[in-house]
């Protein structure tokens, strides 16, 4: 069967693709996704809320792995919450810049985008696994489990994992790795489970994320831990020391202050930090530094306070791998090898957006953005 494009992937970035070259053109288009339906995988964003995006994305080195200004500035978050609002769907952005639909769920937003679609008779979806990619003189063959078509124009949007169904075409990946995924150290079973709201979570190169942190048996999940494994992803290396700092609202002089202070509070020592830190925390501390439990707070010397300092601002901990629950692959197509509309330099008439391309950002709507962003030049380039 041949159509004039066809779309493999209907995740977030293959769906604006095929939107926007629908709202513009009555060529026939064929979405190829193994999932039954148009957009689903939205439904488990941001925790069933989906971060749709970030009003401030640009300079976008400081959100993504590369600059990708001029991909942004093409399709801006504004404008994308100005295309789903003409989808019927309204957001709003939080104090933190995160724009989530108004309802609060991603249902809403994987709504318009299916009521949007089966509007055009010109668009098919069908639900399959695409299993091999081939060029064919100017056409592209698709062979799925079920199926063989062709196109003159192909666009790959199946998502973070390099797929063997490209192997047949010479394509510049960039090694991949899995990011925004919670980090494993060395045992942290001490304070499993205990939610750190904001701490900061650093690495060696001095790169530090303030947010909340939780640990886990053997390591930090949370926002801030997510932020910084998106570092060891691109360095295709979970390895190394990081540093958390429990308090990062105090200084390390003003916490050396204020627990000479707490000396006053005429307390035994195991009651020191009530009121300051949560039980199994404060016990933690004391465990590391070794202090006598008989002693009372007046008795703790300023060598004891520091090291409480220590403890508290300076946990160090050491990277061994990540857990499996990442949120993105870090990776991909080699940016370079493509132009400015997405298209590659190879082959001509072969598109890709969204995470298959090296692109990835941190927490925060950032990797919808570019999803969005790139689908949308995609889709106005053909
Ligand atoms: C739990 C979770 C929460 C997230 N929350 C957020 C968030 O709140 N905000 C944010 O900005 N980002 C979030 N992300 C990241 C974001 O979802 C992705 O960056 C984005 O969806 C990428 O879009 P995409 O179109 O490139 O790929 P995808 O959305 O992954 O779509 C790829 C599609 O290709 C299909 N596919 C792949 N291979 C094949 C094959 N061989 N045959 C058939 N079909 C195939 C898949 O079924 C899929 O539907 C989250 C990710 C996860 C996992």
Not at 196 to 220: D, Q, R
């Amino acid at each position: 069967m041949n159509f004039d494009v066809i779309i493999l992937g209907g995740g977030a970035s293959g769906c604006m693709c095929a939107m926007t070259i629908l709202k513009k053109s009555k060529i026939h288009v064929l979405m190829i996704d193994a999932g039954n339906k148009p957009a689903k995988k939205l439904m488990v964003t941001g925790n069933g809320r989906c971060n749709i995006s970030n009003k401030k994305c640009v300079p976008s080195q400081e959100f993504y792995n590369q600059n990708i200004d001029r991909f942004l500035n093409k399709f801006t978050p504004d404008e994308t919450i100005s295309f789903f609002h003409d989808l019927g769907l309204e957001c709003y952005a939080d104090n933190e810049n995160r724009f989530y639909p108004i309802s609060n769920s991603a249902k809403s937003v994987v709504d318009v985008i299916n009521n949007e679609l089966e509007k055009y008779k010109n668009f098919t979806f069908l639900t399959d696994f695409i299993e091999k990619i081939d060029k064919k003189g100017d056409n592209f063959e698709i062979f799925t489990k079920s199926n063989h078509f062709n196109c003159k124009k192909l666009v790959v949007a199946m998502g973070g994992k390099i797929d063997s169904a490209l192997i047949n075409l010479d394509i510049d990946w960039i090694q991949s790795k899995e990011s925004l995924v919670a980090i494993k150290t060395n045992s942290t079973h001490f304070l499993n489970g205990i939610r750190v709201s904001p701490a900061k979570i650093s690495n060696l190169n001095g790169v530090a994320y303030e947010g909340e942190i939780l640990f886990k048996e053997s390591g930090v999940s949370g926002i801030a831990a997510f932020n910084l494994s998106a570092c060891f992803a691109r360095n295709k290396n979970f390895s190394g020391d990081i540093e958390i700092d429990l308090l990062p609202q105090y200084t390390d002089n003003y916490l050396f202050e204020l627990l000479l202070n707490r000396k006053s509070l005429e307390c035994s020592i195991n009651k020191f930090f009530d009121g300051l830190l949560v039980p199994q925390l404060a016990y933690h501390i004391f465990n590391g530094c070794n202090i006598d439990e008989n002693k009372s707070s007046r008795q703790l010397s300023n060598e004891e306070i520091n090291e409480f300092v220590k403890k508290i601002k300076h946990l160090k901990l050491k990277v061994r791998s990540c857990y499996d629950n990442n949120q993105v692959i870090s990776g991909g197509v080699n940016m370079k090898t493509l132009t400015e509309n997405l298209e590659s330099k190879k082959y001509r008439n072969l598109y890709f957006c969204g995470e298959i391309c090296d692109v990835d950002g941190i927490c925060g709507g950032y990797n919808l953005q570019w999803a969005w962003t790139s689908g949308h030049i995609v889709g106005a380039a053909i």
